[in-house]
């Protein structure tokens, strides 16, 4: 459907998707601010952006909640306070070519077409690829830092921000406006980027992907130390919420940040006609790989701030100012070997390594291959596969780095390909545990998943320090103190291998407390290389003590007795998420239960004859569980965690005498006494169902701080809406 006109699509082939786009642009509005990894170039985004908007365009009334074309961004990652913005930070409309550009200067003349003698100037300045941020300053003085988040809602880094240079702490001159938002970029330097790589090399650490991802994690470090050890830098070159213009204009206005004491873009200037504004991005364009850091682009804005006022926003981005993206930067190689990567889900992932070349001032020497179709360029039938591409050992490829950040291979010289070269044979065993690797059936489409993964969930090391970070997370067995850090620490110490060892962590309480503290030592040394500064009267590592150990054993101590849904959901298995382990647990009420159950199942011809018919589940679940528990490696792991780990069998608590037994159920907003999955489970063991969304069907909301849309359709409706405190009571759990 994805390829299909808008004007074809009917109405309720468009509300699916619109379904469709919404999920898969939140997935990669995650992936690039939250996570720091895009996995597609700003082109292909803004394809889907552009689809997602013209058929809510032509569907008015099909326009989702959760539209991409709502929002900016992603929400704010866990682990910093949240701040709202005053002046919501938005993203820029795109243009890819000097046409686009050109529209964008004639759709403003048409706007202010009745001002006859009306001049209209336009600002023209690199993009710099960076981490947004706005600053807040009363007074003069900094008093709050945040990232741009979802455009609305950022993260509280205040402390991290000022630990860079950049970024007065105090405003310098005179004339700023009692309160004022100054917004710019986060980066980090080639240079610095170089620097920070080798030193992570030198002492086995990270191997780090590029500038703007690094500049990313940097600025989300706990540890603002961490942050001052990276020598960031920052660019003014806007504003949000503000008691006063800081200038008439766009340009005087940035000019007026330099005086205040910031870094602003020497490559800024104000220009009049659209031949001007092009000459400059190609201006720039040239001068891109010797500026010492990463630009994508050229951003444009009307220059006048009344100008910019009258002619306003639309669908979250200002009519004003418009984005000129560069044209992917490419460049020809070898492929000298290609090796294979298994990942998180076990995903067996190819990888081509390059003869290192420089493209867009970076060096290429990887490349991913996606996966077993792509690799092959095609199917079995000898036919070609959309995207695929034939990459073998020994080819010369054309390669790019999609959005200039992921690079890719374009084509392969099939006209430089070596006599000898073979297609590759993509492996059916996973290389790092031995398990077999398979391609599942989507039971949907009934055909084989691209992806070939590893089966061996428990006892393959690539998968086993996620699967640990899973094990702990919030919505499994919820481990205070024991987060990704402190787990990719113990991983790598050979403190934890695997989940059971977390629950006999005590037991090696020395080794903890020495791995505890050559982290931190080694902090100290990146605090001391920041500052020039060197330590007096260091204490041994034997001296050192942790207070906190007491608390995190104690923390261990109080997950052996997990509820059995969080305890299934806990485990790693694919397909099997938070609704469905709850499902499973309600079906099948203790672990051993399920364990027999699913040992019989892996063991049938047709899982049918044994695995219950249950409504929630299908044919990927069961064959998820199949490989799971049919899998022998898997059993010694299993059987050493419930040594330890003893979930409590689930039962439904009250059902026919329950208030909200039978009731449909609506959680929205902030719940602030338990989580949402907490309170979904405990809905659920009361005989209540839980819903995503308010209909008429719905029985109850229960809305804390924050209830948006949701709240006011269960007005509009007239349903029952109580707060947190009202729901506790209701079901016998007020205090």
């Known amino acids: 459907m994805s390829e299909r006109p808008v004007e074809s699509l009917s109405e309720s082939e468009a509300a699916e998707e619109l379904k469709r786009l919404a999920a898969e642009i939140a997935e990669h509005d995650r992936r690039y601010h939250t996570e720091d990894a895009p996995t597609i170039s700003d082109a292909e985004y803004d394809a889907l952006a552009r689809r997602n908007l013209a058929i809510e365009e032509r569907f008015p009334d099909l326009v989702r909640e959760d539209s991409p074309s709502r929002r900016v961004g992603a929400p704010p990652a866990e682990g910093f306070a949240k701040v709202r913005h005053a002046v919501p930070m938005l993203s820029l409309a795109k243009a890819y070519t000097d046409q686009d550009v050109a529209d964008f200067i004639e759709r403003g003349r048409r706007f202010f077409d009745r001002d006859r003698d009306l001049d209209i100037a336009f600002t023209a300045e690199p993009k710099i690829d960076g981490l947004s941020a706005s600053l807040r300053y009363e007074n003069g003085v900094l008093v709050q830092g945040a990232t741009r988040g979802d455009g609305a809602v950022g993260e509280d880094i205040t402390a991290n921000l000022k630990t860079i240079a950049d970024i007065p702490k105090t405003l310098k ?125 050229v951003v444009y804005k009307i220059d006048q701030l009344e100008l910019q006022r009258r002619w306003g926003f639309v669908t979250g981005e200002p009519r004003w100012a418009v984005a000129h993206k560069f044209p992917a930067e490419q460049a020809m190689t070898t492929v000298q070997k290609i090796d294979i990567q298994v990942g998180r889900t076990g995903t067996l992932a ?59 291979i374009v084509s392969v ?103 505890l503290a050559e982290r931190r030592e080694e902090q100290a040394r990146l605090r001391e290389a920041a500052s020039g500064k060197t330590r007096k009267n260091v204490r041994s590592v034997e001296e050192r003590n942790y207070e906190g150990l007491d608390k995190l054993f104690a923390a261990i101590d109080a997950r052996r007795e997990p509820e059995l849904d969080r305890f299934i959901f806990a485990l790693g298995i694919r397909h099997i998420g938070e609704t469905t382990a709850a499902v499973l647990a309600r079906q099948f009420s203790t672990i051993e239960e399920l364990i027999r159950v699913g040992k019989e199942t892996a063991k049938a011809e047709d899982p049918h004859d044994v695995f219950p018919s249950i409504n929630g589940i299908g044919d990927t679940v069961i064959n998820a569980l199949r490989d799971f528990f049919g899998n022998e490696r898997n059993d010694a ?99």
């Open 637 to 735: 792991v299993l059987d050493a965690l419930l040594a330890q780990v003893h979930p409590k069998p689930y039962v439904v608590e009250i059902s026919a005498g329950s208030e909200v037994s039978g009731k449909t159920v609506v959680f929205t907003g902030t719940l602030e006494k338990m989580t949402r999955s907490e309170a979904k489970a405990m809905a659920e063991r009361l005989g209540a169902k839980v819903a995503g969304s308010v209909s008429a069907k719905t029985d109850l909301v229960v809305a804390g701080p924050g209830a948006g849309s949701k709240l006011k359709t269960a007005t509009d409706l007239g349903i029952e809406v109580i707060d947190e405190d009202t729901w506790l009571q209701r079901i016998g759990r007020g205090g």
């Open 413 to 515: 010289v099939i006209d430089m390909r070596p006599a000898d070269a073979v297609p590759y044979e993509f492996p059916h065993t996973c290389p790092v545990c031995g398990s077999p690797a398979t391609r599942e059936i989507n039971e949907k489409t009934g055909k084989e998943d691209s992806r070939r993964r590893c089966t061996g969930e428990l006892i393959c090391a690539a998968q086993a320090v996620e699967g640990l970070r899973h094990f702990v997370s919030r919505g499994a067995l919820d481990i205070e103190g024991l987060g990704a850090e402190n787990i990719d620490l113990f991983f790598n110490a050979g403190l934890v291998k695997t989940a059971a060892d977390i629950f006999t962590l005590k037991d090696r309480r020395p080794a903890v407390t020495k791995a």
């Open 350 to 408: 190819p990888v081509a390594r390059l003869a290192p070349v420089t493209v867009g001032g970076v060096v290429v020497e990887n490349v991913t291959l996606h996966n077993e179709d792509y690799i092959k360029g095609f199917d079995s039938n000898g036919q070609p596969i959309r995207d695929g591409i034939d990459v073998r050992i020994g080819d010369t490829v054309v390669i790019q780095r999609a959005g200039d950040v992921i690079p890719q």
């Open 173 to 297: 001159g005179s004339g700023w406006p009692e309160v004022i938002e100054i917004r710019g970029e986060v980066y980090m330097t080639y240079a610095e980027f170089e620097a920070l790589k080798a030193r992570s090399a030198a002492i086995g650490g990270l191997d780090y992907v590029n500038p703007r991802n690094t500049a990313a994690g940097s600025l989300r470090q706990k540890d603002p130390a961490v942050t001052a050890s990276r020598n960031l830098k920052f660019f003014a070159y806007a504003w949000g919420y503000t008691t006063a213009d800081p200038a008439p204009t766009q340009y005087d206005s940035v000019q007026r940040f330099a005086e205040w004491g910031f870094k602003v873009s020497p490559l800024m200037v104000r220009a009049k006609s659209i031949d001007e504004l092009i000459a400059h991005y190609h201006r720039i364009e040239e001068q891109r790989s010797s500026l010492g850091y990463d630009i994508d682009g």
